[in-house]
Structure formats: structure tokens, C-alpha cells
């Protein structure tokens, strides 16, 4: 084996990606963000000027469809059909839209077997809202990150300004609130802490203290 399956969950923007990415990085484990995989199926169907609703037609697309991943010196690119979305799949349009596309049935089923498939050699990391409740329930780490909606809002506003982007502070936490709702509240696979998940509050902790919790948590599995 190269290694264990390590599961991150928790509502958004609590810092899943960025602690993972480095999680990943000193173990020297692939890092699987399947947060991007539901975004880039949600670009493709506003692209093709879908319903949200149109569940047969999104089924078609989710099941047509090839997500990839590739490294590159900006960080980790995403693919749909060939063409890179990295960018637009971080877009508002996406991000509001994101959610009800995410509830569908045939698009969780889809995406959380290819999520699976990636994992079943270990040696992954893997963030998300459903990985430690559905996708990999075997998994040897489950940390579930969790940080006040405020605390949350202000690091989203940080990244944001970053990008050029000025969305204002209280529009970014009522997008957060709203989202962890939806996300908290479908019928299949909700986000939720496993029960055997540890749960760690990043509300006032920094980057490096949050990923050396994870560290020892994952050195106690090896
Ligand atoms: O992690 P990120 O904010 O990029 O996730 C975007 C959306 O994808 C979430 O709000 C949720 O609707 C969906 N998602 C999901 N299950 C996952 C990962 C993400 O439903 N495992």
C-alpha cells in the first residue's frame, strides 16, 4: 500500500484546500479537491444554459463528461472536456449555483465513484463535505475543519482582494451562510461530521498550527 486514506471535511471556506494541499505535500500523497469536481460538472451546465432543475439533461453531462487534474507552477489546474476552468469555476456564477447541482442524485453517484476509484490505493488526500460520512467511510484519518461563519467570511474577503476581487464582507458571509444551509440540508449525502471524524476549530488557528494537528494525527495511523 502507499499509503492511508486521509478524509477533510467541513462548510465552506474553513480552509479544507489550503491545509490539504500541504498535508498532502509532506506526506507526499495525491491531493484530490472534489469540491472542483462538482464545480466544473455546475460550469458546463450553465454553459450549456441548462435548468438547474433539468435533472435528465444534467445526468447526460455529468455521465458524458471528463474532469481531469494537472500540476503547474500556479498550482493545481482543472480540466472539463480539455478545456482549463481553473479560473471560472471559482467565479460567483458557479459558486451560487453550485449547491443545487451538487443535490442531484446521478451527479453524486457519478462523481463519488470516480472519487473512489482515485482513492482505493491510499496515499490521498481528499477534501470535501460527504468524503469521511460517504465516499471513503473506511478512511484511516477523518478531520472534520470547522470556523465561525465571521472568521470565515474574512479569510474568503483576504483571498478575494487578492484576485482583484471586491465583493463586500457581510454579501460574502450571507453567500457562505447560504450555502453550508443547502449543503447541510439535502436529502443525499449532507455535509456532516462522521462520528468518527476529529474535529478541529481553525477559528484561531494559523495555517502551519492546523496542519501540524493534522500531521499527528495521520503519524498516530502509520
Ligand atoms: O469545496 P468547495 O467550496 O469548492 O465545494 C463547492 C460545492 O461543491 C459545495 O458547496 C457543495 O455543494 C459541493 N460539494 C459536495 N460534496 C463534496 C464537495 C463539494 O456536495 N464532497
Not at 70 to 88: C, H, N
Not at 139 to 165: D, M, P, T, W
Amino acid at each position: 500500500k502507499n499509503g492511508i486514506q486521509v478524509a477533510i471535511d467541513g462548510p465552506a471556506s474553513a480552509g479544507k484546500s489550503t491545509v490539504a494541499k500541504l498535508v498532502a505535500k509532506q506526506f507526499g500523497y495525491i491531493y484530490v479537491d472534489t469540491g472542483a469536481m462538482y464545480r466544473a460538472i455546475t460550469y458546463k451546465v450553465l454553459k450549456s444554459g441548462l435548468s438547474l432543475d433539468n435533472e435528465t439533461a444534467i445526468s447526460d453531462i455529468v455521465r458524458s463528461s471528463e474532469i481531469s487534474f494537472a500540476p503547474s507552477d500556479k498550482g493545481q489546474l482543472v480540466y472539463i472536456d480539455g478545456e482549463d476552468i481553473t479560473e471560472a469555476i471559482r467565479q460567483e456564477d458557479v459558486t451560487n449555483s453550485v449547491s443545487a447541482v451538487s443535490a442531484i442524485s446521478t451527479v453524486r453517484e457519478e462523481l463519488s465513484a470516480d472519487q473512489q476509484r482515485i482513492a482505493i490505493n491510499g496515499g490521498v488526500v481528499m477534501d470535501g463535505r460527504d468524503i469521511g460520512s460517504t465516499v471513503l467511510p473506511d478512511a484511516e484519518v477523518k478531520i472534520f475543519l470547522i470556523a465561525s461563519v465571521e472568521e470565515r467570511a474574512q479569510r474568503r474577503y483576504k483571498e478575494n482582494i487578492e484576485k482583484g476581487i471586491d465583493t463586500p464582507l457581510d454579501e460574502l458571509q450571507l453567500e457562505i451562510e447560504a450555502r453550508d444551509y443547502k449543503d447541510s440540508h439535502r436529502k443525499i449525502s449532507p455535509l456532516t461530521k462522521a462520528d468518527d471524524a476529529v474535529e478541529i476549530d481553525t477559528t484561531s488557528l494559523s495555517i502551519e498550527e492546523v496542519v501540524e494537528k493534522i500531521a499527528s494525527v495521520i503519524k498516530d495511523e502509520l
